[in-house]
T-cell receptor
Framework: EDQVTQSPEALRLQEGESSSLNCSYTVSGLRGLFWYRQDPGKGPEFLFTLYSAGEEKEKERLKATLTKKESFLHITAPKPEDSATYLCAANNAGNMLTFGGGTRLMVKP | DAGITQSPRHKVTETGTPVTLRCHQT?????MYWYRQDPGHGLRLIHY???????DKGEVSDGYSVSRSKTEDFLLTLESATSSQTSVYFCAISSVSYEQYFGPGTRLTVT
């Protein structure tokens, strides 16, 4: 059975304090690893897709990386506006996404 | 929200009543999905569609049915709503690139 686990469940950072979010996955026939950002009361917003181990993608203060067993979302010098829940999801051979439980990030000024 | 709208955005209904949620897209994407999001369970797939009149079950399909008569519309029906179906429902769309784009959600409360 496909499984995606995110850690930590919640993370509090001071503005400017860099950190990483983890996404471990067990998926047969991985076709992509996706990261989303979700703000309260809104739908998930697509951030990145990673397809193969060693791949990296960047967007502003965020960088996503992928290994054969996990993905990391690195946040460099975060700002309060980066506060949100970050979701990762794995796409299997059946074109269905399995989501992790999310990491709730809070960045204090 | 990538040309996706959901209606209604909020609904309160009573146990045992039928409810239909609508997802409308303007992107002409082939795939459409219905998810529910609950605390402690994350996002779970209810049903999905891979073309007009082509649908299949997801992880938590019991108590739900779907229909897709046009490319742009995907309907989710709760035939007889129960309190366990109180949730936030999200529609998503994707093309062959597998990236899914989500709508704004519908908050459903079953009393």
């Amino acid at each position: 059975e496909d499984q995606v686990t995110q850690s930590p469940e919640a993370l509090r950072l001071q503005e400017g304090e860099s950190s990483s979010l983890n996404c471990s996955y067990t998926v047969s026939g991985l076709r992509g690893l996706f990261w989303y950002r979700q703000d309260p009361g809104k739908g998930p917003e697509f951030l990145f897709t990673l397809y193969s181990a060693g791949e990296e993608k960047e967007k502003e203060r965020l960088k996503a990386t992928l290994t054969k067993k996990e993905s990391f979302l690195h946040i460099t010098a975060p700002k309060p506006e980066d506060s949100a829940t970050y979701l990762c999801a794995a796409n299997n051979a059946g074109n269905m996404l399995t989501f992790g439980g999310g990491t709730r990030l809070m960045v204090k000024p | 929200d990538a040309g996706i709208t959901q209606s209604p955005r909020h609904k309160v209904t009573e146990t045992g009543t039928p409810v239909t949620l609508r997802c409308h897209q303007t992107e002409n994407h082939r795939y459409m999905y219905w998810y529910r999001q609950d605390p402690g369970h994350g996002l779970r797939l209810i049903h999905y569609s891979y073309g007009v009149k082509d649908t299949d079950k997801g992880e938590v399909s019991d108590g739900y049915s779907v229909s897709r008569s046009k490319t742009e519309d995907f309907l989710l029906t709760l035939e007889s709503a129960t309190s366990s179906q109180t949730s936030v429902y999200f529609c998503a769309i994707s093309s062959v690139s597998y990236e899914q784009y989500f709508g704004p959600g519908t908050r459903l409360t079953v009393t």
